[in-house]
């Protein structure tokens, strides 16, 4: 027989630790819970003083919406936006991920399946709705701004993130709503750029992708790496400031990035583009190289949530182009729509199937929900292919056939890559992982038959095979840590050398260049097979080794990581540094070498900037950084590294991150066997309620 939930709730600590207690409220009783939780790391301290703060605003507030308050908090840790009442009653283990998997221990303590053993969602719903601290979305949001939880239907949010969620959806709507003016001669213009349409030929996605950004205010171009997400939006900005620039009123255009270094590549990137590109050099010198991160496009205030632009002083700009946009998080995307300016037009580019970003929400991936199978309706289709010539029959898309898909009418998803084209091993492993193919995935690594692909499995001794393969890489080809090292110490100006001399710039960009070579990947940050525990153990392996002349906190050749923006020292969350020793110039010491961190400028002309030690705050060593850290990035050899257990952040997207960061080859190692395909066989699931509202839940 179900026990109700006020009867397991003062039952819930009755264990020996807790047999003196005197009975509690049923409310206190929860958070002496909750403060169990936290102890075992179920959930953030900050989770359970969120519902310490509802309690003392409420203290009557019952113990349902005090625990599902926690739980709301506790998903948006794991990045999720709400809390699906529904979907946790019906598995809450797996919707929760509480315990955490490998958590052993957790039988000893109650589980929130066995707190929520007697409830339904409709009993939930109404508790809820009957609290003081939960505004009721249908009621049109206006307690909402009073209220510290919002239920929409069956999602129950914090107040702020139902505000960034319709922020998007009504400027998202907004912007589909409005169709731009097209040249009449876009047609041509397109076959300029692309050439004629042959007949029988693969359908040329770029130029559908853009085809569509030039009539409207929003668009998406969303595929893999090499599929010309790059080349395509050079070309757009191409087509639309051309009439632009032959009318006397060329387009303020600017580029962004999430991080320092995806700014860095994609300044580089389309430098190149601008540069290849046979358009009229008016044209071509309004097309802007210069990438900027996203937080010093907006202004970001330091120390605060703020931006110089928002709603009420707009950025100054015409078209904006934000790369690598599956890492904008949800309340980056409100503020990012809320500082642009109604006529001006944004174009997101990025890999649908990446990793979302490490904050709350996955907007890319849930704009993008309806890329792969296309959903034109039948005027987009024929439009396209009046303007640009390509067989739309042929593409296979599925068609929009009630005018229910107007964000897919926006979104063009790039299908033909040419960095790994279909002998790569590297990109027939990434496809596997894609579709969740864990068993082919498996075959292919095993098959040897792929000089891009290698494969290792720690057991026992072979745990020798690991720092071998830090260290040393594979064969002649594939570099690990040893290679920079070597650079660092063989090409290493002669010790009379000003400073000023561009020798040593050159030398510690070839340095920063020669890291770049190899790159350890990781799933988490804790534990023998992850961040903190590998950097530890690389070290002493390179010390052992005598490539590195210390082991202790700074020493030449540590990598580290930037963990936070530096706006002081132009430094952002992401860039990689090296710390070399140069002769100091000044003062007692002139001549004697220094410590310095050669960290990459990011401005695509190869400039360095050297930073005193003393001066960085946030960083970490980087022999070994997480995938989230390694987004944006690309090393030529990259191996990622599986923890023994299977963990809630093990999902096919991140092991496809992981895979892409790879431009020429790519290691998996394995602690123990069968984690891999547990880790593709998962997807993330991010819960938000941002589609629901356009249109494209099917």
């Given at each position: 027989m179900k026990r109700s939930f006020s009867e397991i709730l003062p039952t819930a600590l009755s264990d020996d630790s807790l047999a003196e207690l005197t009975p509690l409220s049923r409310a206190?009783?929860?958070?002496?819970?909750?403060?169990?939780?936290?102890?075992?790391?179920?959930?953030r301290a900050l989770d359970k003083a969120f519902v310490a703060f509802l309690h003392e605003l409420d203290a009557e507030a019952d113990p349902l919406v005090l625990l599902a308050a926690a739980l709301t908090s506790h998903q948006l840790g794991h990045g999720h936006v709400c809390l699906d009442l529904f979907a946790t009653l019906q598995e809450p283990d797996f919707a929760l991920s509480l315990p955490p998997e490998g958590d052993v221990q957790g039988g000893?303590?109650?589980?929130?399946?066995?707190?929520?053993?007697?409830?339904?969602?409709?009993?939930?719903?109404?508790?809820?709705?009957?609290?003081?601290?939960?505004?009721?979305?249908?009621?049109?949001?206006?307690?909402?701004?009073?209220?510290?939880?919002?239920?929409?239907?069956?999602?129950?949010?914090?107040?702020?993130?139902?505000?960034?969620?319709?922020?998007?959806?009504?400027?998202?709507?907004?912007?589909?709503?409005?169709?731009?003016?097209?040249?009449?001669?876009?047609?041509?213009?397109?076959?300029?750029?692309?050439?004629?349409?042959?007949p029988g030929a693969r359908i040329d996605w770029q130029k559908l992708a853009c085809a569509l950004a030039t009539r409207g205010a929003f668009s998406i171009v969303t595929g893999g790496p090499g599929t010309g997400k790059t080349t395509t939006v050079v070309r757009l900005l191409a087509l639309l400031q051309a009439p632009a620039v032959?009318?006397?009123?060329?387009?303020?255009?600017?580029?962004?990035?999430?991080?320092?270094?995806?700014?860095?590549?994609?300044?580089?990137?389309?430098?190149?583009?601008?540069?290849?590109?046979?358009?009229?050099?008016?044209?071509?010198?309004?097309?802007?190289?210069?990438?900027?991160?996203?937080?010093?496009?907006?202004?970001?205030?330091?120390?605060?949530?703020?931006?110089?632009?928002?709603?009420?002083?707009?950025?100054?700009?015409?078209v904006l182009v934000v790369d690598e946009a599956s890492m904008i998080d949800l309340e980056m995307m409100a503020n990012l729509l809320d500082a642009l300016p109604d006529h001006a037009r944004l174009v997101l580019l990025g890999d649908k199937d990446q990793l979302a970003s490490v904050e709350a929400g996955a907007v890319l991936g849930d704009l993008c929900r309806d890329a792969?199978?296309?959903?034109?309706?039948?005027?987009?289709?024929?439009?396209?292919?009046?303007?640009?010539?390509?067989?739309?029959?042929?593409?296979?898309?599925?068609?929009?056939?009630?005018?229910?898909?107007?964000?897919?009418?926006?979104?063009?998803?790039?299908?033909?890559?040419?960095?790994?084209?279909?002998?790569?091993?590297?990109?027939?492993?990434?496809?596997?992982?894609?579709?969740?193919?864990?068993?082919?995935?498996?075959?292919?690594?095993?098959?040897?038959?792929?000089?891009?692909?290698?494969?290792?499995?720690?057991?026992?001794?072979?745990?020798?095979?690991?720092e071998r393969l830090v260290l040393d890489?594979?064969?002649?080809?594939?570099?690990?840590?040893?290679?920079?090292?070597?650079?660092?110490?063989?090409?290493?100006p002669d010790a009379a050398?000003?400073?000023?001399?561009?020798?040593?710039?050159?030398?510690?960009r070839t340095v920063l260049q020669a890291f770049d070579e190899f790159q350890l990947l990781c799933a988490v940050r804790k534990g023998p097979w992850g961040v903190e525990g590998l950097n530890q153990?690389?070290?002493?392996?390179?010390?052992?080794?005598?490539?590195?002349?210390?082991?202790?906190?700074?020493?030449?050749?540590?990598?580290?990581?930037?963990?936070?923006?530096?706006?002081?020292?132009?430094?952002?969350?992401?860039?990689?540094?090296?710390?070399?020793?140069?002769?100091?110039?000044?003062?007692?010491?002139?001549?004697?070498?220094?410590?310095?961190?050669?960290?990459?400028?990011?401005?695509g002309q190869g400039g360095v900037r050297f930073v005193l030690p003393s001066r960085l705050n946030d960083v970490e060593t980087v022999y070994a950084m997480t995938v989230h850290k390694s987004q944006g990035s690309e090393f030529a050899h990259?191996?990622?590294?599986?923890?023994?257990?299977?963990?809630?952040?093990?999902?096919?997207e991140l092991i496809y991150t992981g895979i892409t960061r790879a431009k020429d080859w790519f290691s998996l190692i394995e602690p123990r066997a069968g984690v891999f395909e547990e880790a593709v066989g998962r997807k993330v699931k991010r819960l938000s309620g941002l589609m629901l509202e356009l249109g494209a839940e099917h």
């Open positions: 206190a009783d929860l958070l002496l819970l909750l403060e169990r939780w936290v102890e075992r790391g179920w959930l000893a303590l109650l589980l929130p399946s066995q707190l929520l053993v007697a409830l339904d969602g409709e009993h939930w719903c109404r508790s809820l709705q009957a609290s003081s601290l939960v505004a009721l979305a249908d009621d049109g949001g206006i307690e909402a701004a009073q209220r510290p939880l919002v239920l929409s239907g069956r999602r129950l949010y914090l107040r702020r993130y139902w505000a960034y969620e319709r922020r998007i959806d009504e400027a998202l709507r907004r912007r589909l709503a409005e169709q731009e003016e097209t040249p009449d001669d876009l047609a041509q213009r397109l076959t300029a750029l692309f050439g004629a349409a042959a032959a009318a006397g009123k060329p387009l303020r255009i600017r580029l962004a990035a999430p991080t320092g270094k995806a700014a860095a590549r994609l300044t580089e990137s389309i430098s190149a583009q601008v540069r290849s590109l046979e358009i009229d050099d008016g044209v071509r010198g309004k097309i802007p190289s210069e990438v900027t991160t996203v937080h010093r496009l907006l202004g970001s205030r330091p120390g605060t949530r703020h931006f110089r632009h928002h709603a009420g002083n707009r950025l100054p700009l015409d792969e199978e296309g959903w034109y309706s039948a005027s987009t289709r024929d439009w396209l292919q009046a303007v640009s010539g390509e067989a739309m029959d042929a593409s296979g898309l599925r068609e929009d056939l009630d005018d229910s898909h107007p964000l897919a009418q926006q979104v063009v998803m790039l299908r033909h890559s040419r960095r790994f084209g279909e002998g790569s091993g590297i990109g027939q492993l990434a496809r596997l992982v894609n579709r969740q193919s864990a068993d082919e995935a498996r075959a292919l690594l095993a098959a040897g038959s792929h000089a891009d692909l290698f494969a290792l499995s720690l057991k026992g001794e072979q745990d020798k095979k690991f890489g594979q064969g002649s080809g594939p570099k690990g840590y040893r290679h920079y090292l070597g650079v660092l110490h063989s090409r290493r050398t000003d400073l000023a001399d561009a020798r040593w710039t050159d030398w510690a153990r690389i070290t002493t392996a390179l010390f052992a080794q005598r490539l590195i002349d210390s082991d202790q906190h700074w020493y030449e050749g540590r990598p580290v990581l930037m963990t936070r923006n530096d706006y002081g020292l132009g430094l952002m969350n992401g860039d990689i540094g090296i710390a070399l020793k140069l002769p100091e110039r000044d003062g007692p010491q002139a001549g004697q070498p220094v410590l310095r961190v050669a960290f990459p400028r990011n401005d990259t191996a990622l590294i599986l923890p023994q257990v299977l963990n809630p952040v093990l999902t096919k």
